[in-house]
Each structure stands twice: as structure tokens, then as C-alpha cells.
Nanobody
Framework: QVQLVESGGGLVRPGGSLRLSCAASGFTFSNFAMNWFKQIPGEEREWVATISSVDANTAYADSVKGLFIISRDTANARVDLQMNRLKPEDTAVYFC?????????WGKGTLVTVSS
């Protein structure tokens, strides 16, 4: 059974940094691309970043290019999101997940609040 547990969220001031982590289990982690998504209250969930499996290629939404970095630790079945120069509009619940074709469910997410 796929399990995804996000952590690392919290309160940070504009311009600050935060590192989110996602612990994955229940599947062969090294065989699948992983993604981060964000959801602002009342809005549709949006894609943020992707990291591929063995080659670790990355892709980012335009809004976070040059600001966020996605990475993966295959040995520990973990995917991280380093968030830099945070803005109030980054405030959201952040989720990790598999890509759409193999996605089964969503975890609880972790809340990031960017505020003075």
C-alpha cells in the first residue's frame, strides 16, 4: 500500500527558506518519478516540481524556477523540496505524490505559511 508522509512545513517570513520532506513507502521508490504540488485554500491543487527516477532530471512550474529545488534520496525513499526566497503567495498546503498515471491517493500534506 502506497504511503506518503509530508513534513517540514511551518511559519516563515517573506524572503526566508524552508525545506520540505516526503517519506514514501509501499512501492519501489527508485522506479518512479516524484512530484510536489501545492494547494491554496479554495483553489485547485497545482503542480510545483518533478524529479525523474534513475536520471534525476527535474522540471519546475514557472513560478518557482530558480527559487525551489527538488531532490531525492533513493536509499531512504525520500523526496525533498528546498524552498528559497519565499513569498506570501507561496502559502499553501504542500503535497508529494507519484505522477498522474500511477497516482493512487493523496497524503495529508504539510502547511507552509509565509507571513511577516
Amino acid at each position: 500500500q502506497v504511503q506518503l508522509v509530508e513534513s517540514g512545513g511551518g511559519l516563515v517570513r517573506p524572503g526566508g527558506s524552508l525545506r520540505l520532506s516526503c517519506a514514501a513507502s509501499g512501492f519501489t521508490f527508485s522506479n518512479f518519478a516524484m512530484n510536489w504540488f501545492k494547494q491554496i485554500p479554495g483553489e485547485e491543487r497545482e503542480w510545483v516540481a518533478t524529479i525523474s527516477s534513475v536520471d534525476a532530471n527535474t522540471a519546475y512550474a514557472d513560478s518557482v524556477k530558480g527559487l525551489f529545488i527538488i531532490s531525492r534520496d533513493t536509499a531512504n525513499a525520500r523526496v525533498d523540496l528546498q524552498m528559497n526566497r519565499l513569498k506570501p503567495e507561496d502559502t499553501a498546503v504542500y503535497f508529494c505524490n507519484l505522477s498522474r498515471s500511477v497516482r493512487q491517493h493523496w497524503g495529508k500534506g504539510t502547511l507552509v505559511t509565509v507571513s511577516s
